[in-house]
């Protein structure tokens, strides 16, 4: 069963920085050239969206919202693919990137923010105040 802990929240002003990560364990029954890993983020009242994916290979898909802001990258820390961790490098932090932050992975199909995913962490909280 894949595992992902995130963590890295925390509260921080507008125009600040943040680095979010996730431990993903047990991956080695994922294929490596098709595992997508994700970070996504829900505000209160509002519904989940997709904020950016990964690719083993490096590919990456970015919602407008953040592109130009937020960076999604991933150390693959073992080369059987078991154990990955996955970053996400907010900068220039608004108050509407108040959520929270959860970590995602799946490895069939579509890689990008649209997509169905799998597995799934307990979420970091982001809070950025004006």
């Known amino acids: 069963q894949v595992q992902l802990d995130e963590s890295g929240g925390g509260s921080v002003q507008a125009g600040g920085s943040l680095r979010l990560s996730c431990a993903a364990s047990k991956l080695s029954s994922l294929s490596m050239s098709t595992t997508c890993m994700a970070w996504f983020r829900q505000a209160p009242g509002k519904e989940r969206e997709g904020v950016a994916t990964i690719l083993n290979d490096g590919a990456t898909n970015v919602a407008d919202s953040v592109k130009g802001r937020f960076t999604i990258s991933k150390d693959n820390d073992s080369k059987d693919n078991d154990n990955n961790t996955l970053y996400l490098q907010m900068n220039s932090l608004k108050p509407e990137d108040t959520a929270m932050y959860y970590c995602?992975?799946?490895?069939?199909?579509?890689?990008?923010?649209?997509?169905?995913?799998?597995?799934w962490g307990q979420g970091t909280q982001v809070t950025v105040s004006s």
């Open positions: 995602a992975a799946k490895d069939d199909g579509a890689c990008n923010i649209h997509a169905t995913f799998t597995w």
